[in-house]
C-alpha cells in the first residue's frame, strides 16, 4: 500500500511512523516543501521516497494523507481536482477543523473519489518532523467525518491498526466542539503570555518565578502561529462563540470583584471545580 503523506510535520510524520509500523505493506511517500523535513524522513528510514511535489507521487498513491497547515489543505483539495489520481484512492486529512475541509472536499467527492476527514486529539504545541512520535496517536481520540460509509470503512481499517478511538461526527458538530475544546484554551493561553509583555519588561527575571499554575495554563502558548492562524480563520463563527462566552464570564468576576462580591467569586471557582473533575 503506498500511502503519500503530504506535510511531514509532528502530525503527518508521527501518523506515517505509526501506519509504517502498524503494516508491513505500507510504503511511505514522503511530501515536504520543507526539504530538511523530508532528510530527516530519510534519515530516520521513515519513507521509501520523497518529494517536494506532490503532483509527481500522487498517480500511484493508495492513500493521500493531507497534514500540511489547513488552508494549505483546503488549496491541496483544489489541485487534487485536475490530477490523475489512482482509481480507488482514499484521500484523508489531519485538519483540526472540519467543515471547510469538507466543503473543499465536495467536488472531490462529487467525481466519485472517497475522501474522509480527520482529526486526532492528539499532538502538542510542537512542530515540525523534530517532533515526530510513533506512538503520538496511540488511544487518542480520532474524529472521521463522511457520509460514504465504504470510504470510512477504509479508513478504519488503516487507522484500527495505530490504536485510536474512532469517533464519527458532523463536520459543524466537530468544529464547535474543538471551538471550546481546543480554539478558545489557545487563544487565552497566548493571551496570559501576551499579557505579561509589560511586567516582563519591567521585570526581566519573571519567568524564573513561574510556578506550575502559569507553566500548566501557558504551554500551548508556545504552539506554531501559522497553523493557529489557520484554525481560527477556519473556524470563525464558533471560535468567535466561544470568546463571547468567555468574555462574558469573565466580565462577571470582574464586576463580582469590583464589587467586592466574595460569594459570587466563591461560586465561580466553586462551579468550575465540580465541572472540571468530568475532564
Ligand atoms: N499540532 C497538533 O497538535 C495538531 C495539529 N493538527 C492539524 O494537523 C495539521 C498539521 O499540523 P502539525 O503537524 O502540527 O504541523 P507542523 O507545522 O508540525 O507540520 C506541517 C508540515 O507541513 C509542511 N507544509 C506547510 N505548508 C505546506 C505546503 N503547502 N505543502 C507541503 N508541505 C507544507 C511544513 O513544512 C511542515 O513540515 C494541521 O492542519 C493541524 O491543524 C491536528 C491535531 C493536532
Ligand atoms: O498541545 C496540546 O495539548 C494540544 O491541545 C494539541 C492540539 C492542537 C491542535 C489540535 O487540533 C489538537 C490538539
Known amino acids: 500500500m503506498r500511502v503519500v503523506v503530504n506535510g511531514l510535520g509532528e502530525m503527518g510524520a508521527s501518523l506515517a511512523l505509526a501506519i509504517k509500523n502498524s503494516r508491513d505493506d505500507a510504503e511511505i511517500i514522503g511530501v515536504d516543501r520543507n526539504l530538511d523535513a523530508l532528510n530527516k ?73 472517497a475522501f474522509v476527514g480527520g482529526h486526532a486529539m492528539a499532538g502538542t504545541q510542537r512542530a515540525g518532523i523534530d517532533a515526530v ?85 501557558t504551554r500551548i502558548g508556545a504552539a506554531d502561529p501559522q497553523m493557529w492562524t489557520d484554525i481560527l480563520m477556519t473556524n470563525h463563527d464558533a471560535t468567535l462563540e466561544s470568546l463571547e462566552s468567555f468574555q462574558s464570564s469573565l466580565n462577571r468576576v470582574i464586576e463580582a470583584l469590583k464589587a467586592n462580591d466574595a460569594t459570587t467569586i466563591y461560586d465561580f471557582f466553586d462551579h468550575s471545580k465540580q465541572l472540571r473533575q468530568k475532564f
Open 133 to 217: 512520535d510513533g506512538h503520538l496517536y496511540d488511544q487518542v481520540p480520532y474524529f472521521l467525518v463522511s457520509d460514504d460509509q465504504d470510504a470510512v470503512y477504509r479508513a478504519k481499517e488503516l487507522l484500527n491498526g495505530i490504536g485510536v478511538h474512532i469517533i464519527r461526527v458532523e463536520a459543524q458538530q466537530h468544529d464547535l466542539m474543538m471551538a471550546y475544546l481546543s480554539d478558545l484554551p489557545h487563544v487565552v493561553a497566548a493571551t496570559l503570555v501576551n499579557s505579561t509583555t509589560q511586567t516582563l519588561t519591567d521585570y526581566p527575571e519573571l519567568p524564573n518565578y513561574a510556578a506550575g499554575g502559569f507553566k500548566d495554563t
Open 41 to 113: 524522513a530519510k534519515k530516520i528510514d521513515l519513507v521509501v521516497d520523497t518529494s517536494s511535489d506532490l503532483k509527481s507521487v500522487v498517480a500511484d498513491a493508495d492513500v493521500i494523507i493531507l497534514a500540511t497547515p489547513i488552508r494549505a489543505i483546503i488549496a491541496t483539495l483544489h489541485d487534487l481536482l485536475d490530477l490523475t489520481l489512482k482509481p480507488g484512492v482514499l484521500i484523508m486529512d489531519t485538519g483540526s477543523t472540519k467543515d471547510q475541509v469538507m466543503q473543499a472536499a465536495q467536488p472531490l467527492i462529487k467525481k466519485g473519489i
